[in-house]
Protein backbone atom coordinates (compact mmCIF):
# COMPACT_ATOMS: atom_id res chain seq x y z
CA UNK A 1 0.00 0.00 0.00
CA UNK A 2 1.51 3.36 -1.21
CA UNK A 3 2.21 6.04 1.96
CA UNK A 4 3.66 8.73 -0.10
CA UNK A 5 6.39 8.76 1.49
CA UNK A 6 9.81 7.88 -0.11
CA UNK A 7 13.59 7.07 1.62
CA UNK A 8 15.08 10.60 0.21
CA UNK A 9 12.05 12.64 0.50
CA UNK A 10 12.54 15.93 2.75
CA UNK A 11 10.75 17.90 5.14
CA UNK A 12 10.56 20.80 7.51
CA UNK A 13 9.08 21.83 10.66
CA UNK A 14 6.12 23.33 8.43
CA UNK A 15 5.59 20.65 6.25
CA UNK A 16 5.32 16.51 5.52
CA UNK A 17 6.21 14.51 8.45
CA UNK A 18 8.46 17.42 10.12
CA UNK A 19 5.24 19.17 10.59
CA UNK A 20 4.02 16.74 12.87
CA UNK A 21 6.11 17.46 16.03
CA UNK A 22 5.02 20.96 15.49
CA UNK A 23 1.16 19.77 15.66
CA UNK A 24 2.35 17.93 18.41
CA UNK A 25 4.07 21.08 20.34
CA UNK A 26 0.41 23.14 20.14
CA UNK A 27 -1.59 20.38 21.24
CA UNK A 28 1.04 20.39 24.11
CA UNK A 29 0.86 24.11 24.42
CA UNK A 30 -2.81 24.15 24.30
CA UNK A 31 -2.93 21.51 26.97
CA UNK A 32 -0.34 23.61 28.98
CA UNK A 33 -3.01 26.39 28.64
CA UNK A 34 -5.89 24.51 30.04
CA UNK A 35 -4.52 22.46 31.94
CA UNK A 36 -1.17 22.78 33.32
CA UNK A 37 -1.33 20.60 36.58
CA UNK A 38 -1.28 17.68 33.89
CA UNK A 39 1.23 19.23 31.19
CA UNK A 40 3.59 21.54 31.58
CA UNK A 41 5.88 22.72 28.54
CA UNK A 42 6.07 26.62 28.50
CA UNK A 43 8.12 26.30 25.17
CA UNK A 44 6.16 24.79 23.24
CA UNK A 45 3.82 27.62 22.08
CA UNK A 46 6.82 30.10 21.25
CA UNK A 47 8.24 27.11 19.40
CA UNK A 48 4.92 26.85 17.11
CA UNK A 49 4.49 30.42 16.52
CA UNK A 50 8.43 30.41 15.35
CA UNK A 51 7.27 28.23 12.39
CA UNK A 52 4.67 30.45 11.62
CA UNK A 53 1.80 28.06 10.24
CA UNK A 54 -1.26 29.83 11.20
CA UNK A 55 -4.04 27.69 12.77
CA UNK A 56 -1.21 25.89 14.45
CA UNK A 57 -0.34 29.10 16.27
CA UNK A 58 -4.04 29.56 16.94
CA UNK A 59 -4.36 26.79 18.47
CA UNK A 60 -1.27 26.91 20.71
CA UNK A 61 -2.70 30.43 21.97
CA UNK A 62 -6.05 28.47 22.52
CA UNK A 63 -7.78 30.19 19.80
CA UNK A 64 -8.85 27.21 17.56
CA UNK A 65 -11.30 24.62 19.63
CA UNK A 66 -10.90 21.64 20.33
CA UNK A 67 -14.18 19.38 19.95
CA UNK A 68 -14.65 18.57 24.03
CA UNK A 69 -14.84 14.85 22.91
CA UNK A 70 -15.66 12.43 19.96
CA UNK A 71 -17.93 15.40 18.04
CA UNK A 72 -17.28 17.07 14.24
CA UNK A 73 -16.48 20.35 15.91
CA UNK A 74 -13.17 21.82 16.50
CA UNK A 75 -9.59 21.00 14.76
CA UNK A 76 -8.56 18.81 17.65
CA UNK A 77 -10.46 16.10 19.30
CA UNK A 78 -10.28 15.23 22.64
CA UNK A 79 -8.38 11.97 22.62
CA UNK A 80 -5.66 13.73 20.97
CA UNK A 81 -5.29 16.54 24.28
CA UNK A 82 -5.21 13.48 26.40
CA UNK A 83 -2.93 11.42 24.40
CA UNK A 84 -0.49 14.40 24.71
CA UNK A 85 -0.27 14.32 28.05
CA UNK A 86 -0.41 11.01 28.90
CA UNK A 87 2.33 10.72 26.34
CA UNK A 88 4.61 13.39 27.56
CA UNK A 89 4.43 12.64 31.42
CA UNK A 90 5.40 8.53 30.36
CA UNK A 91 8.29 10.05 28.63
CA UNK A 92 9.43 12.91 31.47
CA UNK A 93 8.59 10.10 34.26
CA UNK A 94 10.91 7.83 32.35
CA UNK A 95 13.86 10.27 31.83
CA UNK A 96 13.63 11.33 35.51
CA UNK A 97 14.12 7.87 36.42
CA UNK A 98 16.78 6.58 34.73
CA UNK A 99 18.49 10.47 35.74
CA UNK A 100 17.65 9.07 39.26
CA UNK A 101 19.33 5.93 38.59
CA UNK A 102 22.42 7.80 38.37
CA UNK A 103 22.67 7.88 34.08
CA UNK A 104 24.18 11.43 32.69
CA UNK A 105 24.43 10.79 29.28
CA UNK A 106 21.13 11.18 27.15
CA UNK A 107 19.89 10.72 23.18
CA UNK A 108 16.97 12.04 22.13
CA UNK A 109 16.42 10.57 18.76
CA UNK A 110 14.23 12.63 16.07
CA UNK A 111 14.15 15.49 19.09
CA UNK A 112 12.01 17.94 16.79
CA UNK A 113 10.50 20.87 19.23
CA UNK A 114 11.15 18.41 22.42
CA UNK A 115 12.16 21.26 24.77
CA UNK A 116 13.13 18.54 27.61
CA UNK A 117 16.61 19.86 27.80
CA UNK A 118 15.64 23.33 29.08
CA UNK A 119 12.12 22.05 31.28
CA UNK A 120 13.31 19.25 33.22
CA UNK A 121 15.57 18.96 36.24
CA UNK A 122 18.28 17.25 35.05
CA UNK A 123 21.09 16.80 37.54
CA UNK A 124 24.44 18.16 36.95
CA UNK A 125 26.76 16.64 35.17
CA UNK A 126 24.05 15.29 32.41
CA UNK A 127 24.97 15.62 29.00
CA UNK A 128 21.85 15.42 26.41
CA UNK A 129 22.13 14.66 22.65
CA UNK A 130 19.48 15.80 20.16
CA UNK A 131 19.72 14.06 16.91
CA UNK A 132 17.65 15.53 14.22
CA UNK A 133 17.67 17.25 10.78
CA UNK A 134 20.16 20.21 11.15
CA UNK A 135 17.55 22.80 10.04
CA UNK A 136 15.45 21.64 12.62
CA UNK A 137 18.05 21.99 15.38
CA UNK A 138 19.35 25.17 14.24
CA UNK A 139 15.43 26.60 14.03
CA UNK A 140 14.85 25.64 17.89
CA UNK A 141 18.43 26.71 19.02
CA UNK A 142 17.92 30.25 17.93
CA UNK A 143 14.53 30.24 19.23
CA UNK A 144 14.89 29.51 22.40
CA UNK A 145 17.69 31.61 22.72
CA UNK A 146 16.19 34.52 21.37
CA UNK A 147 13.53 34.24 24.54
CA UNK A 148 16.81 33.90 26.72
CA UNK A 149 15.94 30.34 27.86
CA UNK A 150 19.51 27.79 29.43
CA UNK A 151 19.07 24.38 28.56
CA UNK A 152 19.74 23.19 32.38
CA UNK A 153 21.45 19.85 30.83
CA UNK A 154 24.15 20.09 28.56
CA UNK A 155 22.59 20.24 25.56
CA UNK A 156 24.32 19.05 22.56
CA UNK A 157 22.58 19.09 19.25
CA UNK A 158 23.73 16.49 16.53
CA UNK A 159 22.39 17.11 12.84
CA UNK A 160 22.16 14.39 11.13
CA UNK A 161 19.74 12.12 9.68
CA UNK A 162 18.34 8.97 10.99
CA UNK A 163 18.08 7.51 7.84
CA UNK A 164 22.15 8.20 7.12
CA UNK A 165 25.65 7.72 9.42
CA UNK A 166 23.94 9.41 12.48
CA UNK A 167 26.26 7.53 14.83
CA UNK A 168 29.16 8.67 13.64
CA UNK A 169 27.72 12.29 13.68
CA UNK A 170 26.67 11.31 17.74
CA UNK A 171 29.92 10.10 18.17
CA UNK A 172 32.24 13.56 17.25
CA UNK A 173 29.95 15.14 19.32
CA UNK A 174 31.37 13.54 22.43
CA UNK A 175 29.14 10.64 22.70
CA UNK A 176 31.18 8.03 24.50
CA UNK A 177 29.30 4.24 24.12
CA UNK A 178 31.27 2.82 26.48
CA UNK A 179 28.75 4.61 29.03
CA UNK A 180 25.32 3.81 30.15
CA UNK A 181 23.01 6.43 27.78
CA UNK A 182 18.91 6.85 28.41
CA UNK A 183 17.64 6.66 25.04
CA UNK A 184 14.24 7.61 23.46
CA UNK A 185 12.46 7.38 20.39
CA UNK A 186 8.92 8.97 20.87
CA UNK A 187 6.25 8.96 18.30
CA UNK A 188 8.89 7.78 15.63
CA UNK A 189 9.09 4.45 14.57
CA UNK A 190 5.10 4.45 12.66
CA UNK A 191 7.53 7.28 10.26
CA UNK A 192 10.32 5.05 9.36
CA UNK A 193 9.86 2.20 7.10
CA UNK A 194 10.30 -1.72 8.51
CA UNK A 195 13.68 -2.28 7.57
CA UNK A 196 14.68 1.19 8.84
CA UNK A 197 13.41 0.79 11.90
CA UNK A 198 14.94 -2.22 12.60
CA UNK A 199 18.49 -0.98 11.50
CA UNK A 200 17.55 2.09 14.19
CA UNK A 201 16.57 -0.21 16.64
CA UNK A 202 20.19 -1.98 15.97
CA UNK A 203 21.93 0.43 16.52
CA UNK A 204 20.83 1.77 19.25
CA UNK A 205 21.74 -1.30 20.78
CA UNK A 206 25.02 -2.29 19.37
CA UNK A 207 25.75 1.84 20.92
CA UNK A 208 24.26 0.81 24.32
CA UNK A 209 26.61 -0.11 27.29
CA UNK A 210 25.06 -2.07 30.48
CA UNK A 211 22.76 -0.19 32.35
CA UNK A 212 21.49 1.53 29.22
CA UNK A 213 17.68 2.06 29.07
CA UNK A 214 15.06 2.74 26.14
CA UNK A 215 11.72 4.27 25.79
CA UNK A 216 9.40 3.99 22.93
CA UNK A 217 6.55 2.36 21.56
CA UNK A 218 5.40 -0.81 20.25
CA UNK A 219 2.23 -1.28 17.93
CA UNK A 220 1.11 -4.73 17.01
CA UNK A 221 0.69 -5.90 13.30
CA UNK A 222 -2.72 -4.92 11.61
CA UNK A 223 -5.29 -6.99 11.52
CA UNK A 224 -6.77 -7.06 7.78
CA UNK A 225 -8.24 -4.27 7.16
CA UNK A 226 -6.78 -1.96 10.34
CA UNK A 227 -4.55 -0.26 8.29
CA UNK A 228 -7.85 0.93 5.87
CA UNK A 229 -9.26 2.23 9.52
CA UNK A 230 -6.71 4.07 10.37
CA UNK A 231 -6.10 5.39 6.93
CA UNK A 232 -10.25 7.03 6.91
CA UNK A 233 -9.46 8.40 10.32
CA UNK A 234 -6.16 10.32 10.32
CA UNK A 235 -8.27 11.48 6.66
CA UNK A 236 -11.21 12.55 8.72
CA UNK A 237 -8.66 14.27 11.11
CA UNK A 238 -6.24 16.06 7.65
CA UNK A 239 -9.64 16.87 7.42
CA UNK A 240 -10.13 19.12 10.06
CA UNK A 241 -7.18 21.09 9.37
CA UNK A 242 -7.87 21.93 5.60
CA UNK A 243 -10.77 23.56 7.24
CA UNK A 244 -8.69 25.56 9.19
CA UNK A 245 -6.39 26.31 6.32
CA UNK A 246 -3.72 23.70 7.29
CA UNK A 247 -3.08 20.89 4.20
CA UNK A 248 -1.53 17.54 5.98
CA UNK A 249 -2.39 14.60 4.26
CA UNK A 250 -1.40 12.93 7.37
CA UNK A 251 -2.57 9.35 5.94
CA UNK A 252 0.54 9.59 3.67
CA UNK A 253 2.77 10.37 5.93
CA UNK A 254 2.97 7.10 8.01
CA UNK A 255 4.16 3.76 6.61
CA UNK A 256 1.80 1.03 6.59
CA UNK A 257 1.97 -3.13 6.54
CA UNK A 258 3.41 -5.48 8.86
CA UNK A 259 6.51 -5.19 10.51
CA UNK A 260 8.31 -6.30 13.27
CA UNK A 261 7.30 -5.44 16.55
CA UNK A 262 9.42 -3.04 18.54
CA UNK A 263 8.74 -5.16 21.57
CA UNK A 264 9.79 -8.31 20.89
CA UNK A 265 12.24 -7.26 18.91
CA UNK A 266 14.40 -5.93 21.41
CA UNK A 267 13.70 -8.34 23.85
CA UNK A 268 15.33 -10.77 21.52
CA UNK A 269 18.27 -8.41 21.22
CA UNK A 270 18.98 -8.51 25.40
CA UNK A 271 16.58 -6.06 26.11
CA UNK A 272 15.00 -6.06 29.35
CA UNK A 273 11.36 -4.90 29.00
CA UNK A 274 8.68 -3.41 31.07
CA UNK A 275 5.21 -2.09 28.84
CA UNK A 276 1.90 -0.63 29.88
CA UNK A 277 -0.95 -0.02 27.04
CA UNK A 278 -1.82 3.29 26.02
CA UNK A 279 -5.28 2.24 27.87
CA UNK A 280 -3.58 2.08 31.24
CA UNK A 281 -1.83 5.28 30.68
CA UNK A 282 -5.62 6.74 30.23
CA UNK A 283 -7.19 5.11 33.21
CA UNK A 284 -4.04 6.16 35.43
CA UNK A 285 -4.75 9.47 34.91
CA UNK A 286 -8.02 9.67 35.34
CA UNK A 287 -9.16 10.09 31.73
CA UNK A 288 -12.29 8.50 29.87
CA UNK A 289 -11.72 5.50 27.34
CA UNK A 290 -10.65 5.72 24.14
CA UNK A 291 -14.05 5.21 22.30
CA UNK A 292 -14.18 3.36 18.85
CA UNK A 293 -10.46 3.85 18.60
CA UNK A 294 -10.41 3.91 14.66
CA UNK A 295 -6.81 4.42 14.67
CA UNK A 296 -6.17 1.03 17.13
CA UNK A 297 -4.47 3.86 19.79
CA UNK A 298 -5.42 1.73 22.12
CA UNK A 299 -3.09 -1.61 21.34
CA UNK A 300 -0.21 0.35 21.43
CA UNK A 301 2.15 -0.56 24.30
CA UNK A 302 4.50 2.08 25.47
CA UNK A 303 7.63 0.80 27.12
CA UNK A 304 10.73 0.70 28.97
CA UNK A 305 14.15 -1.54 28.76
CA UNK A 306 16.76 -1.80 30.12
CA UNK A 307 20.43 -3.85 29.49
CA UNK A 308 21.79 -5.75 31.76
Known sequence: MDSGRHDADGWDLASSVGATPTMSAAVRALVTRTDPDRLDDPFAEPLVRAVGVDVLT??????????????????????????????????????????????RQVVILAAGLDSRAYRLSWPAGTVLYEVDQPDVLEF?????????AMPVAERRPVGADLREDWPTSLRANGFDPSRPTAWAAEGLLGYLPAEAQDRLLDT?????????????????????????????????????????GFDSDMARLRYYGDRNEAAPYLADRGWTLRTTTIRELFAANGFDSLGDDEARMGDTRYLTGSLP
Request: hydrophobic share 35%; charged share 25%.
Open 58 to 103: RLARGEVAADGGSGPDGAVEQLWLDIAVVRTRFYDEYFLAAAAAGI
Open 140 to 148: KTRTLGGLG
Open 204 to 244: VTGLSAPGSRLATESRPNPKPGDDGRTRQHLDRIAQRWRAE
